[in-house]
């Protein structure tokens, strides 16, 4: 008789050490409230913030609808809250000390929260509510204890909402509120990250979502999430998330719609016959007016990405300067001036050119050196001089004078070719004029006339 009552002590103890043990993962129970009414907009509890943490000390109460889960575990004792199901102007993320959170707020439940006794906060462009945390000195706002939770957010009676994601765009980021949700379509991941996880494991890992216009926005995974090890989809569709900061963050892979194929490779760079050199400048009373100028003879504008200059001084074969045209967008029956003394180029012609670079570069000739065009494709398009041929005394030299392409030329040539050109030199070797340039009357930058 007694083995059986020690037998059944034993097995009560060990109940009530297993309950105790375990009651730190059961969410608190939260019951609803048909009477609580909201008495505050989000806007009027935002405008209690000035630069510091404040705790709130009046009888205050918002409302709102729970956008977030943690059900998959990418989200971690927060709460997402926006004012509204559809077309949202403001939220709050809530700081809570619980786990299994969807289950007392699931996704799209109206809730109340008592702000009596809270702190407010912000990080970033994120308005925070929760308890108080101090860190070296400083105060934010930190968890609030599970043993309270249910004091301050209180669920509504109603059944829950199904809540309509903001539809943006990745151009138009900084035009809504941080903490809404939101769905963006035609996204899909860089190449690179291809074949990788959505996180590292233990690590919060942001991954990179691309659209067909080549514009990018980051995707936050936790390293705990269930997701973590699935490999990111090679495919384009639909993102739905919460936006923080200008990143996304998503609840679940159900938020995923990846069904399309990916997009064509986005070309920006062309090539174009219609783009030449048209003077070259080395004037005989000032080497600080040198120049280069490139004629658009297109009647569309060209982008120049990928686009260089380059220069052979003297006989050399190999490339001794080069310039990077890229960010460069010729219009078309438009000029680029090229000064390697932007000072000087100013002073002289009465006009800044479009674009400057150093001494020794392209635009910086004395004459016998050779200039090519390159496309992005590494093709030569456009040529003066022969590469490997000093210019000194041939039908190419322009020393003390001007190089300029004759107006009856519409069209590139890889080849340098004499007879386009009205080449002025002070030695007149080979056909071209013994007549030395003076800066500026014998010059025109930006003109193709």
């Not at 936006?243 to 174009?272: H, K, V, W, Y």
């Not at 039908?395 to 519409?410: I, S």
């Amino acid at each position: 008789m007694i083995r059986f009552f020690e037998y059944i002590l034993l097995v009560i103890v060990f109940a009530t050490c297993f309950l105790s043990c375990n009651r730190e993962y059961d969410p608190p129970k939260s019951e609803c409230d048909e009477n609580i009414m909201a008495n505050a907009t989000y806007t009027e509890i935002k405008e209690l913030y000035i630069d510091e943490t404040i705790q709130i000390q009046e009888d205050l109460i918002i409302e709102g609808f729970v956008i977030s889960s943690d059900e998959e575990g990418n989200f971690f004792s927060v709460l997402h809250i926006q004012d509204a199901v559809a077309n949202p102007k403001e939220a709050f993320q809530i700081e809570i000390d619980i786990r299994d959170s969807h289950l007392l707020y699931p996704i799209g439940s109206k809730v109340f929260i008592k702000l009596k006794g809270l702190y407010l906060g912000k990080s970033g462009d994120v308005y925070k509510l929760g308890a108080t945390f101090e860190s070296f000195g400083n105060v934010s706002v930190g968890r609030l204890p599970a043993n309270v939770v249910d004091e301050h957010i209180i669920p509504s009676c109603d059944d829950p909402s199904i809540i309509q994601p903001v539809k943006i765009s990745i151009e138009r980021l900084n035009e809504y509120p941080s903490g809404i949700l939101v769905s963006l379509d035609s996204l899909e991941f860089v190449e690179e990250e291809l074949l990788l996880p959505f996180a590292n494991e233990a690590e919060e890992t942001v991954r990179t979502l691309i659209n067909c216009d080549d514009q990018i926005i980051s995707l936050v995974n936790s390293g705990y999430s269930d997701f973590q090890s699935e490999i990111v989809p090679d495919l384009n569709g639909r993102v739905t998330g919460i936006l923080l900061e200008g990143e996304l963050i998503i609840r679940s892979l159900q938020d995923m719609e990846f069904t399309n194929d990916r997009c064509a490779p986005f070309i920006d760079e062309f090539t174009s016959n219609q783009l030449f050199i048209s003077e070259l400048a080395d004037p005989d009373n000032n080497v600080g007016a040198r120049f280069v100028e490139i004629f658009n003879a297109s009647e569309t504008a060209l982008s120049l990405k990928g686009w260089s200059l380059v220069r052979y001084t003297n006989a050399n074969t190999e490339v001794s300067s080069m310039v990077d045209l890229s960010e460069i967008v010729l219009e078309g029956k438009t000029t680029l001036v090229i000064s390697p003394n932007e000072e000087e180029f100013q002073r002289v012609y009465g006009f800044a050119p479009d674009m400057a670079i150093g001494s020794n570069s392209p635009a910086d000739s004395n004459g016998d050196d050779n200039l090519q065009l390159i496309d992005p494709f590494g093709k030569v398009i456009d040529a003066f001089g022969v590469v490997g041929e000093d210019g000194s005394g041939t039908d190419h030299e322009f020393e003390d004078g001007r190089a300029l392409r004759k107006l009856n030329v519409d069209m590139a040539n890889p080849n340098f070719a004499n007879s386009e050109w009205e080449i002025y030199n002070d030695t007149g070797a080979a056909g071209t004029n013994n007549q030395p340039q003076i800066a500026p009357e014998d010059f025109t930058p930006g003109e193709r006339n």
